[in-house]
């Protein structure tokens, strides 16, 4: 565990805040589950930053609406245009964070229970 503490406190940004892609980063360097990894995030009291789903909304580069990435996305959404961090990240291969990024904003869409453990449902 103090290894995956140590990964956490290198790869601090610049505002001693981690950001999201690099969590994954650790999970798989340290072959932790990216839950493991925000727990241990938040038991040491850093904070996560810059999803790369947009979902703190100060990522730059929220990138413009795509067709592929709706049509992808579109299979997983539920009944309230929802859909999990797990499945929008799941989908992203071939289209790209930043097209999932402006789908999502664009089409309205809700991500839900983020992987790292930030949020379970976004509050309106």
Known sequence: MSNLK?????????????????????????KSSITEVGQTA??????????????????????????????KLKRFLDDKNRITCKNARGQAGGVGFEKVRGTL?????DVTYCEL????EKKR
């Open 6 to 30: 140590e990964l956490i406190q290198d790869s601090l940004n610049k505002e001693g805040k981690l950001n999201c892609e690099d969590a994954y980063k650790i999970s798989a360097k340290s």
């Open 42 to 71: 938040k038991d040491i009291d850093i904070r996560i930053s810059n999803c790369q789903l947009g979902q703190f909304g100060n990522l730059k580069g929220t990138g413009a609406y795509s067709m592929r990435a709706e049509n």
């Open 105 to 109: 904003k664009d089409k309205n869409i």
């Open 117 to 120: 453990g930030c949020f379970k």
